[in-house]
Each structure stands twice: as C-alpha cells, then as structure tokens.
C-alpha cells in the first residue's frame, strides 16, 4: 500500500495549462480504471473532480481533464483560473478492498 | 441537505482509544459503501477503511490493522471508527466518506481532529 507519485509542486499562469502526473504500478494504477482526482483546498474536505481516469462530476467545469498511459495517470487543468490554486491528489483502487492516494500535488497560480 | 458530518475527535494519550462517529442525512445511507480517509497536519490523504452497505464486509490500510474498527448503524444513518492502541503517528484529521458507483469519494464530511500525544 505504497503512496502513488506526485510531483510536489505545480505552477502555470492565469489561462496557461498545467498536467499532474501520477505514477503507481500494474497493481493500482495500472490496473483498473478506477482512478480519480480530487481537490482540495487550504482548511476544506477534498472534492471530486474527476473519476475513472477522464470522467467529470456534475459541475466540474470543463478545464479539467484527465488520462492514462500504462502506470502513470495524469490530470490536466487548462485556461488556469486563480481559484483552481488547491492542493490536488490522484487516488486508485489498488486491490483487495484496498485504495491508495497519491502524496498530493500544490498548484499554484502565478 | 446532503452532508456528512463527523465528531468525537480530540486528544488522546499514546495507548488510548478513541471511537469518531460520522452522521449521515439527506440521503439513503444504507444504500451507500462507506469509508474513513485521515491526513495528518501538513500531509497528503490516507485511505484507511471502507465497510458494505449492510456492514459484514470491511477492510482496512494495513497501518491500522488490528487496532481500528469501521461499523455503522444504518437505522441512526451513522458511521463509526473505533481506534485502539492509539500511537503518535495517528494524529490526523479523519475525514468519512461516501463511495458512489464508480468506487469513488463522492460527498465528504468536514473532518474531526485526532490528537495523539502525552
């Protein structure tokens, strides 16, 4: 039940595109297609945005995306907003009943 | 409204327990998988345990195995975590959450604080 990979730190400026990746093995990740992201920002319960790889909730606007290739999944937030400036984590089912988070990625918005 | 709301956090001393209840409404609870997620101060989210609809199946992060308990009560549409042998490396804001049809966190609660320290 290993943490998935994030890069600790993402930046982009107002209307530019920023991706997150994700990496885990063929055990999580890899695996299945159960893999979401969920936002959070400072002091809030974390928020769905997207689920199984590239689907997005009622009401997630458009800017956000994501995909999967192999291992690593990756979420992308294009036409960067000021309030998309959250910390952002990747989680999948990893087996067994069991779910993994990724270590979390900071977006800021320069 | 549909929200989730979790209490019995505070402080607690190396070796104790706990018990964090999650108040569920304006939803089908029982309808519902259930899960207890925690970050501790300044770190990412932890999946730490989920229980069926009815109960009788549950798991749990190998980091609390043996020490934690998820349960519910679906006539009171609450959700509970019974915490044991409390260490240090506990400390955490324990959020619930609830698991939709694509085995995602779909509505969370605001989190209670869990202090483990002498």
Redesign the interface.
Same mark, same amino acid.
């Given at each position: 039940q290993s943490a998935l990979t994030q890069p600790p730190s993402a930046s982009g400026s107002p209307g530019q595109s920023v991706t997150i990746s994700c990496t885990g093995t063929s055990s999580d990740v890899g695996g299945y297609k159960y893999v979401s992201w969920y936002q959070q920002h400072p002091g809030k319960a974390p928020k769905l945005i997207i689920y199984e790889v590239s689907k997005r909730p009622s009401g997630v606007p458009e800017r956000f995306s994501g995909s999967k290739s192999g291992n690593t999944a990756s979420l992308t937030v294009s036409g960067l907003q000021a309030e998309d400036e959250a910390d952002y984590y990747c989680r999948s089912y990893a087996g067994s009943s069991t779910w993994v988070f990724g270590g979390g990625t900071k977006l800021t918005v320069l | 409204e549909v929200q989730l709301v979790e209490s019995g956090g505070g402080l607690v001393q190396p070796g104790g327990s706990l018990r964090l209840s999650c108040a569920a409404s304006g939803f089908p609870f029982s309808t519902y998988w259930m899960?207890w997620?925690r970050q501790a101060p300044g770190r =990412?989210?932890?999946?730490v345990s989920?229980i069926s609809r009815d109960g009788s199946?549950t798991?749990y992060? #190998?980091?609390v195995k043996g020490r934690f308990t998820i349960s519910r009560d679906n006539a009171k549409n609450t959700l509970y975590l019974q915490m044991n042998s409390l260490r240090a490396d506990d400390t955490a804001v324990f959020?619930c959450a609830r698991e #939709?049809g694509?085995? #995602?966190? #779909?509505l969370? =609660?605001? =989190?209670t604080l869990v202090t483990v320290s002498s």
């Amino acid at each position: 039940q290993s943490a998935l990979t994030q890069p600790p730190s993402a930046s982009g400026s107002p209307g530019q595109s920023v991706t997150i990746s994700c990496t885990g093995t063929s055990s999580d990740v890899g695996g299945y297609k159960y893999v979401s992201w969920y936002q959070q920002h400072p002091g809030k319960a974390p928020k769905l945005i997207i689920y199984e790889v590239s689907k997005r909730p009622s009401g997630v606007p458009e800017r956000f995306s994501g995909s999967k290739s192999g291992n690593t999944a990756s979420l992308t937030v294009s036409g960067l907003q000021a309030e998309d400036e959250a910390d952002y984590y990747c989680r999948s089912y990893a087996g067994s009943s069991t779910w993994v988070f990724g270590g979390g990625t900071k977006l800021t918005v320069l | 409204e549909v929200q989730l709301v979790e209490s019995g956090g505070g402080l607690v001393q190396p070796g104790g327990s706990l018990r964090l209840s999650c108040a569920a409404s304006g939803f089908p609870f029982s309808t519902y998988w259930m899960h207890w997620v925690r970050q501790a101060p300044g770190r =990412g989210l932890v999946w730490v345990s989920r229980i069926s609809r009815d109960g009788s199946s549950t798991s749990y992060a #190998d980091s609390v195995k043996g020490r934690f308990t998820i349960s519910r009560d679906n006539a009171k549409n609450t959700l509970y975590l019974q915490m044991n042998s409390l260490r240090a490396d506990d400390t955490a804001v324990f959020y619930c959450a609830r698991e #939709d049809g694509s085995q #995602d966190f #779909d509505l969370w =609660g605001r =989190g209670t604080l869990v202090t483990v320290s002498s």
